[in-house]
């Protein structure tokens, strides 16, 4: 079983800037790639920012150039550093990794994080 820890959500004024954290444990062989997903309120779920182990990176539209994806390959762990924040980035954020979890496969897994608040108002 693998097991992703979300951190650094919280309540930002517009402009401001977060660091999202999210770790993780458990059964792991390696990690293909690490992603930050959102959902607000009556939305569908979203892709934000994808990184895979190569460090290649992808972002959605509208944070390109305001948030940046990274991660620590010894570690485990994914940030996602959010800059310029605007009232309509404020939703939950999800961590997502696909998951290899035995040595000499090629099948990784789906996982999840519990999902952290991130609120942006005045």
């Known amino acids: 079983q693998v097991q992703l820890v979300e951190s650094g959500g919280g309540l930002v004024q517009p402009g401001g800037s977060l660091r999202l954290s999210c770790a993780a444990s458990g059964s792991i062989f390696s990690i293909n790639a690490m992603a930050w997903y959102r959902q607000a309120a009556g939305k569908q779920r979203e892709l934000v920012a994808r990184?895979?182990?190569?460090?290649?990176?992808n972002y959605t539209d509208s944070v390109k150039g305001r948030f940046t994806i990274s991660r620590d390959n010894a570690k485990n762990t994914v940030y996602l550093q959010m800059n310029s924040l605007k009232l309509e980035d404020t939703a939950v954020y999800y961590c997502?990794?696909?998951?290899?979890?035995?040595?000499?496969?090629?099948?990784?897994?789906?996982?999840w994080g519990q999902g952290t608040q991130v609120s942006v108002s005045s």
């Open positions: 997502n990794a696909a998951v290899v979890t035995k040595a000499y496969s090629s099948v990784y897994y789906q996982y």
């Open positions: 990184i895979i182990s190569g460090g290649s990176t």
